[in-house]
């Protein structure tokens, strides 16, 4: 299955930042048609339909997410999510600084489902120049009418503000992120209550991925069906996967979900030439591997799902015969455990406990029980915490210890070896 | 509205939205907690408390999962061990298992489920993290960030309860540390409760740091009688010196389980060695000790001999704010028994304790949908009383009015509000009186006077009024209030004055006019417990025993009948108050009502508010027309009356907005 370019039409090959080319290729045509044509309860209907499911890593049907929503409540927010820090994802990034108008559009169409008057992008504080194109962006937006007061004559109103992150995994968490943008501590929030109930300033709050808000403008453009017509049974339409690591040329490829794991392999230009594939990582830093037998799997939710891992947010990473596994997955715990804000104790100690057990392994000094140790806590710890972040240090440790043994116990061996008595 | 679940197979039923931290409570299963705490609510943090419930993946944490109908809840089984057993262990791979110097070790969290459901072994082999150690908080607490489990509690308390946001969560992840968010020192009048909150031995209190263990403490329950709230307080005693107070968890009806730091802290005097503990007889110019013998021969005479000579216009007695009310009642029983009138509680500037009709529990003002404080700050005052307006204002979205004129607090009010807590300072009688008819209308109107001595209530209550004796009957005769006593003195008709637990020189709107009307009473007789500058005016000076040395009951500003316990052996040579009526009671023939007249129904008798006054009623005015103004006030820890023979609490005082009058003390 080839490439198919929907969000990354034109990107590369045409200046979408520019507001009169974006408008050119259809833009904003759909944004005004919503307003000037449709009632919010039809954009919520095409969002259903098309199956759209979250593009931000949990997969949660979009559609659904919105109409948890309580009724009684007008005052309410949507929250575009842009504090892409998953390790090896970066799509988010290029959306905002390729085609910084597709995902305003997105933005708007969403807010308009929703009824909301007060949408926010909260932008990873390293994606400065995102933030910069973003913001451009808006503010011709915001000169053309798309954004402001009346919009199109019609009464609706719709304010956008941009929000700086100051570059913290855990704001990426969609209550940490609620809490950064209050301007407190950038902590994951108890739940319940979800954001759908109590959330930015303690109103009902949906949180939407970029890319997710994005696929809105397609959507409404060709319909549900055109949408829901790609993909596998439960996983519907595009994805755009981020494919690092091993492979020739690696980047972002839009495809099709239920694309096989290898033709995304081959889409980046394959392995290098004389390495054999080792493991591939589908989904972000927080999911588990999948190895060469999973190979010819469609990659989509429920497929990946069953393989153990997950789709997440499409960050794909391709780990050759050069790969020192050990030294992965020291380098993924440790993200984690820095990245953990320390809140909940299996996050906190445990990951910690794990970096520093796994930093000893690196440098050939583990000791006997390490290797179960590691298995025990990682295990041990996935299911109490108090948000994902802590249940994310266990699939790659877990999968990679399985599968790889001995690239883990032949650094307690060279201890023994080495160590005088 | 009840929801019917079962917890380790036992059914129980619960309100709808309990915890099911809660729940289990019900039917006595233990869910080991750090960061819940009933008061404090769930934080899901320490993820502790974990159940099994029946089809649901994963385990759940019992301090945020509701009691819903139909649950099947197992606080027990290996899923839960499991779990629990794993948590413990992650909160000792960087603890400093430091317990043999631990001062929390044996009342610890963190031991006791260790030890109840943790692995007894461990699988660490990397040296722990290091944090800051004996971090200086603030004056009153020491800091382990090495002990600390980041439950929050402190944090949250300094939130939500105290209302200050001085404490911090710093830094990130395995990292991250207890501070105050701006560096300074950590510092208001609650900040105690955190030591108490704290489930390991991160906090400590500077006052008891390394002082002792708890299985060498001897625990008394008691009320404190430092300022009128009454709070409910453990005292922890070792070897018959007095280490610490600790609060009543479930004392919801009068501290609701907390404690100010004056209360808290200011309890280290017992011990000085500055105590009087043998009574003195001025001869010439200076003191000498004498025997209780003599003394109460001296004292006894002194007073048949001026009634003899000058009647008993010449004998007054000053005292009961700071006694039990079995004192208080005693005292005025024996004066007005030989006849003498010139009875009064009131040394200082507060000329009124008693709310009348509308007084109302301190729980009403939760209720109320504004708080209006007429005259000084009640944070000085009564700091407790200032959580629960807190509370209020915090939680129940009520308005609290600081207004300088009735008027203004009517503006201030929430449109149609209908129930109002009035509370005020009983000094100034035309403004009390102003205040209560500006809201005479109000449907729900409780009202408080927030006195300074602890029994104030209870000596108008017992009778130490000039007008008024036992439960607010009318006194036979009346005779002068304490202002006209000291005027009396200064005419040089005033023979004998007694004075217990008052220092008018320092506390009396004039002071210095006091100290020089006391050198024209031929005999002055003050019972206290330090040579204060009443008592050094003194011709006859008596030891007392202070409130954690005696037993007895007291007031608070509610009215509730609150008892007072001896948790420590006083001084030898020490009496109190009640001892020394006695022995008084024996040299001028009087016999004293028996135990089972005074008991706590008779009391409870007495206590009840009469309903013919409100605030600034007449009959507390002045016998002295005018009283000097412009006192500077005294500072805050000062209700107590001795703080400053406490040399823990020299760092103790807390600065106070400049905005707000301060406290003085009576």
């Given at each position: 299955m080839p490439v198919t370019k929907v969000?990354?039409?034109g990107i590369g090959e045409a200046?979408?930042?520019?507001i009169d080319v974006y408008r050119e290729r259809g833009g904003y045509r759909q944004w005004e048609r919503a307003v000037r044509e449709l009632k919010p309860g039809d954009v919520l209907d095409l969002a259903e339909k098309s199956g759209l499911r979250g593009?931000?890593?949990?997969?949660?049907?979009t559609g659904k997410k919105w109409s948890?929503?309580?009724?009684?409540?007008?005052l309410r927010y949507l929250v575009c999510n842009c504090?892409?820090?998953?390790?090896?994802?970066f799509k988010d990034h290029m959306l905002i600084a390729e085609a910084p108008h597709l995902v305003l559009e997105g933005i708007l169409l969403g807010s308009y489902g929703i009824e909301c008057h007060h949408a926010f992008i909260y932008i990873r504080g390293e994606f400065k120049r995102g933030y910069e194109i973003f913001s451009a962006a808006l503010d011709e937006a915001r000169k053309a009418g798309f954004?402001?007061?009346d919009l199109f004559g019609s009464g609706f109103n719709l304010e956008v503000t941009v929000q700086r992150g100051?570059?913290?995994?855990?704001?990426?968490e969609e209550t940490g992120l609620l809490n950064s943008l209050e301007g407190k501590r950038g902590e994951p929030r108890l739940k319940p209550p979800f954001p759908a109930i109590e959330?930015?300033?303690?109103m009902p709050t949906v949180v939407n991925n970029v890319e997710t808000l994005a696929y809105l403008v397609p959507i409404l453009e060709k319909g549900a069906e055109w949408f829901a017509s790609v993909g596998t049974e439960r996983s519907k339409g595009y994805k755009i996967v981020s494919v690092s690591g091993h492979v020739q040329r690696p980047g972002n490829y839009e495809v099709a979900l239920g694309t096989t794991v290898r033709e995304i392999i081959d889409i980046a230009?394959?392995?290098?030439?004389g390495r054999n594939l080792m493991?591939?990582?589908?989904?972000?830093?927080?999911s588990a591997c999948i190895f060469e037998e999973q190979l010819?799997?469609?990659?989509d939710y429920e497929n990946m799902a069953k393989a153990g891992s997950m789709l997440g947010s499409g960050a794909f990473v391709v780990f050759d015969d050069s790969t020192d596994f050990v030294k992965a997955a020291h380098n993924l715990v440790r993200f984690f455990a820095h990245e953990s804000?320390?809140?909940?104790t299996p996050c906190r100690e445990g990951g910690h406990w794990l970096e520093r057990v796994l930093e000893r392994l690196v440098h050939g000094r583990g000791v006997s029980g390490d290797y179960e140790m590691l298995l025990r806590v990682s295990g041990g710890i996935t299911?109490?915490?108090?948000?994902?972040l802590g249940d994310s240090i266990e699939p790659f440790l877990k999968s990679v210890l399985l599968r790889f043994p001995e690239q883990f116990r032949a650094r307690v061996l060279k201890a023994k070896e080495t160590v005088p008595v | 509205m009840n929801v019917n679940l079962t917890i380790d197979g036992v059914p129980v039923s619960v309100p709808?939205?309990?915890?099911l931290v809660e729940a289990a409570k019900t039917v006595q299963q233990e869910i080991p907690v750090y960061c819940y705490h009933t008061k404090l609510?769930?934080?899901?943090?320490?993820?502790?408390?974990l159940v099994d419930i029946e089809g649901m993946p994963k385990l759940q944490i019992a301090c945020n999962t509701p009691a819903a109908e139909g649950m099947v809840v197992r606080t027990r089984g290996a899923r839960v061990e499991a779990g629990r057993a794993m948590i413990l262990e992650l909160l000792l791979?960087?603890?400093?298992?430091d317990c043999p110097i631990?001062?929390?070790?044996?009342?610890c969290d963190l031991q006791d489920y260790a030890m109840a459901?943790?692995?007894?072994?461990?699988?660490v082999v990397d040296p722990k993290t290091r944090k800051p150690k004996?971090?200086?908080?603030?004056?009153?607490i020491v800091l382990d960030e090495e002990r600390?489990?980041?439950?929050?509690r402190c944090v949250r308390f300094d939130d939500i309860?105290?209302?200050?946001?001085?404490l911090v969560v710093k830094?990130?992840?395995?990292?991250d540390i207890i501070a105050t968010a701006t560096g300074s020192p950590y510092r208001?009048?609650?900040?105690?409760?955190v030591t108490e909150l704290?489930?390991?031995?991160?906090l400590t209190s500077k006052t008891y740091r390394?002082?002792?263990?708890p299985w060498d403490l001897n625990r008394t329950q008691t009320t404190c009688?430092?300022?009128?709230?009454g709070c409910q307080q453990f005292a922890d005693v070792r070897y018959g010196t007095l280490l610490r107070t600790m609060s009543?968890?479930?004392?919801?009806?009068?501290s609701d389980g907390w404690l100010c730091d004056r209360g808290r802290y200011?309890?280290?005097?017992?011990?000085?060695?500055?105590?009087?503990?043998q009574p003195l007889y001025r001869k010439g110019g200076s003191f000498v000790q004498i025997g209780w013998d003599d003394a109460f021969a001296l004292w006894g005479k002194a007073i048949t001999d001026a009634i003899a000579a000058?009647?008993?216009?010449s004998v007054g007695a000053i005292g009961?704010?700071?006694?039990?009310n079995e004192e208080a009642y005693v005292l005025q029983y024996l004066f007005r028994k030989i006849?003498?009138?010139?009875?009064?509680?009131?040394?200082?500037?507060?000329?009124?304790?008693t709310p009348g009709a509308n007084g109302g529990a301190l729980t009403d003002i939760e209720l109320a949908q504004a708080i209006v404080i007429?005259?000084?700050?009640?944070?000085?005052?009564a700091p407790v009383l200032w959580l629960r307006v807190r509370k209020a204002a915090l939680r129940g979205g009520a308005t609290v009015v600081h207004a300088a004129t009735p008027a203004e607090a009517v503006a201030a009010?929430?449109?149609?509000?209908t129930r109002v807590a009035l509370v005020w300072d009983g000094i100034d009688l035309a403004r009390g009186r102003a205040f209560a008819d500006a809201f005479a209308g109000v449907a729900e109107l409780s009202t408080y006077v927030a006195s300074e001595q602890g029994n104030a209530r209870g000596a108008e209550a017992m009778g130490m009024l000039p007008w008024s004796g036992p439960g607010y009957a009318a006194a036979r005769a009346r005779g002068r209030d304490a202002a006209g006593m000291f005027e009396d003195a200064r005419n040089g008709s005033l023979a004998v004055l007694s004075m217990f637990g008052v220092n008018p020189v320092r506390n009396a709107a004039d002071g210095a006019a006091v100290a020089q009307a006391l050198v024209k009473v031929p005999f002055v007789v003050v019972s206290e417990l330090f040579l204060t500058e009443t008592a050094d005016r003194a011709t006859l000076v008596l030891p007392a025993k202070g409130a954690f040395e005696k037993t007895g009951t007291t007031l608070n500003l509610a009215g509730d009948l609150l008892p007072v316990n001896a948790a420590v052996q006083a001084p030898d040579g020490v009496l109190s108050d009640l001892e020394m009526l006695l022995g008084l009671a024996a040299q001028l023939d009087v016999d004293l009502p028996r135990a089972e007249e005074l008991d706590a129904t008779v009391i409870e008798h007495m206590a009840h508010?009469?309903?013919d006054f409100g605030f600034?009623?007449?009959?507390?005015?002045?016998?002295?027309a005018s009283v000097p103004e412009d006192v500077p006030p005294a500072t805050i820890l000062?209700?107590?009356?001795?703080?400053?023979?406490?040399?823990?609490?020299?760092?103790?005082q807390v600065e106070t907005p400049s905005s707000q009058p301060v406290g003085a003390t009576a």
């Amino acid at each position: 299955m080839p490439v198919t370019k929907v969000l990354t039409a034109g990107i590369g090959e045409a200046d979408l930042r520019n507001i009169d080319v974006y408008r050119e290729r259809g833009g904003y045509r759909q944004w005004e048609r919503a307003v000037r044509e449709l009632k919010p309860g039809d954009v919520l209907d095409l969002a259903e339909k098309s199956g759209l499911r979250g593009r931000g890593g949990a997969g949660f049907p979009t559609g659904k997410k919105w109409s948890f929503l309580p009724a009684e409540k007008p005052l309410r927010y949507l929250v575009c999510n842009c504090d892409e820090a998953e390790p090896g994802t970066f799509k988010d990034h290029m959306l905002i600084a390729e085609a910084p108008h597709l995902v305003l559009e997105g933005i708007l169409l969403g807010s308009y489902g929703i009824e909301c008057h007060h949408a926010f992008i909260y932008i990873r504080g390293e994606f400065k120049r995102g933030y910069e194109i973003f913001s451009a962006a808006l503010d011709e937006a915001r000169k053309a009418g798309f954004v402001g007061d009346d919009l199109f004559g019609s009464g609706f109103n719709l304010e956008v503000t941009v929000q700086r992150g100051a570059g913290a995994y855990i704001c990426g968490e969609e209550t940490g992120l609620l809490n950064s943008l209050e301007g407190k501590r950038g902590e994951p929030r108890l739940k319940p209550p979800f954001p759908a109930i109590e959330g930015l300033y303690g109103m009902p709050t949906v949180v939407n991925n970029v890319e997710t808000l994005a696929y809105l403008v397609p959507i409404l453009e060709k319909g549900a069906e055109w949408f829901a017509s790609v993909g596998t049974e439960r996983s519907k339409g595009y994805k755009i996967v981020s494919v690092s690591g091993h492979v020739q040329r690696p980047g972002n490829y839009e495809v099709a979900l239920g694309t096989t794991v290898r033709e995304i392999i081959d889409i980046a230009g394959g392995l290098r030439p004389g390495r054999n594939l080792m493991a591939v990582q589908p989904g972000g830093g927080s999911s588990a591997c999948i190895f060469e037998e999973q190979l010819d799997l469609p990659y989509d939710y429920e497929n990946m799902a069953k393989a153990g891992s997950m789709l997440g947010s499409g960050a794909f990473v391709v780990f050759d015969d050069s790969t020192d596994f050990v030294k992965a997955a020291h380098n993924l715990v440790r993200f984690f455990a820095h990245e953990s804000c320390g809140q909940c104790t299996p996050c906190r100690e445990g990951g910690h406990w794990l970096e520093r057990v796994l930093e000893r392994l690196v440098h050939g000094r583990g000791v006997s029980g390490d290797y179960e140790m590691l298995l025990r806590v990682s295990g041990g710890i996935t299911g109490l915490n108090l948000c994902a972040l802590g249940d994310s240090i266990e699939p790659f440790l877990k999968s990679v210890l399985l599968r790889f043994p001995e690239q883990f116990r032949a650094r307690v061996l060279k201890a023994k070896e080495t160590v005088p008595v | 509205m009840n929801v019917n679940l079962t917890i380790d197979g036992v059914p129980v039923s619960v309100p709808k939205g309990t915890w099911l931290v809660e729940a289990a409570k019900t039917v006595q299963q233990e869910i080991p907690v750090y960061c819940y705490h009933t008061k404090l609510g769930p934080a899901g943090l320490c993820r502790v408390c974990l159940v099994d419930i029946e089809g649901m993946p994963k385990l759940q944490i019992a301090c945020n999962t509701p009691a819903a109908e139909g649950m099947v809840v197992r606080t027990r089984g290996a899923r839960v061990e499991a779990g629990r057993a794993m948590i413990l262990e992650l909160l000792l791979v960087n603890h400093p298992l430091d317990c043999p110097i631990c001062d929390k070790g044996g009342e610890c969290d963190l031991q006791d489920y260790a030890m109840a459901y943790a692995r007894g072994n461990s699988d660490v082999v990397d040296p722990k993290t290091r944090k800051p150690k004996a971090v200086d908080l603030g004056p009153t607490i020491v800091l382990d960030e090495e002990r600390c489990v980041v439950c929050q509690r402190c944090v949250r308390f300094d939130d939500i309860i105290a209302d200050e946001r001085q404490l911090v969560v710093k830094d990130r992840g395995a990292h991250d540390i207890i501070a105050t968010a701006t560096g300074s020192p950590y510092r208001h009048n609650f900040t105690g409760n955190v030591t108490e909150l704290c489930p390991v031995g991160a906090l400590t209190s500077k006052t008891y740091r390394f002082k002792s263990r708890p299985w060498d403490l001897n625990r008394t329950q008691t009320t404190c009688t430092q300022c009128a709230v009454g709070c409910q307080q453990f005292a922890d005693v070792r070897y018959g010196t007095l280490l610490r107070t600790m609060s009543v968890e479930n004392d919801d009806a009068i501290s609701d389980g907390w404690l100010c730091d004056r209360g808290r802290y200011n309890i280290g005097f017992y011990a000085s060695p500055d105590r009087l503990t043998q009574p003195l007889y001025r001869k010439g110019g200076s003191f000498v000790q004498i025997g209780w013998d003599d003394a109460f021969a001296l004292w006894g005479k002194a007073i048949t001999d001026a009634i003899a000579a000058k009647g008993t216009p010449s004998v007054g007695a000053i005292g009961g704010g700071r006694l039990t009310n079995e004192e208080a009642y005693v005292l005025q029983y024996l004066f007005r028994k030989i006849g003498v009138a010139n009875l009064d509680w009131r040394s200082g500037r507060q000329r009124q304790a008693t709310p009348g009709a509308n007084g109302g529990a301190l729980t009403d003002i939760e209720l109320a949908q504004a708080i209006v404080i007429a005259g000084e700050s009640i944070e000085e005052r009564a700091p407790v009383l200032w959580l629960r307006v807190r509370k209020a204002a915090l939680r129940g979205g009520a308005t609290v009015v600081h207004a300088a004129t009735p008027a203004e607090a009517v503006a201030a009010l929430p449109a149609g509000a209908t129930r109002v807590a009035l509370v005020w300072d009983g000094i100034d009688l035309a403004r009390g009186r102003a205040f209560a008819d500006a809201f005479a209308g109000v449907a729900e109107l409780s009202t408080y006077v927030a006195s300074e001595q602890g029994n104030a209530r209870g000596a108008e209550a017992m009778g130490m009024l000039p007008w008024s004796g036992p439960g607010y009957a009318a006194a036979r005769a009346r005779g002068r209030d304490a202002a006209g006593m000291f005027e009396d003195a200064r005419n040089g008709s005033l023979a004998v004055l007694s004075m217990f637990g008052v220092n008018p020189v320092r506390n009396a709107a004039d002071g210095a006019a006091v100290a020089q009307a006391l050198v024209k009473v031929p005999f002055v007789v003050v019972s206290e417990l330090f040579l204060t500058e009443t008592a050094d005016r003194a011709t006859l000076v008596l030891p007392a025993k202070g409130a954690f040395e005696k037993t007895g009951t007291t007031l608070n500003l509610a009215g509730d009948l609150l008892p007072v316990n001896a948790a420590v052996q006083a001084p030898d040579g020490v009496l109190s108050d009640l001892e020394m009526l006695l022995g008084l009671a024996a040299q001028l023939d009087v016999d004293l009502p028996r135990a089972e007249e005074l008991d706590a129904t008779v009391i409870e008798h007495m206590a009840h508010a009469p309903e013919d006054f409100g605030f600034g009623d007449s009959r507390f005015a002045s016998d002295v027309a005018s009283v000097p103004e412009d006192v500077p006030p005294a500072t805050i820890l000062s209700g107590g009356g001795t703080w400053r023979h406490d040399p823990t609490l020299a760092t103790l005082q807390v600065e106070t907005p400049s905005s707000q009058p301060v406290g003085a003390t009576a």
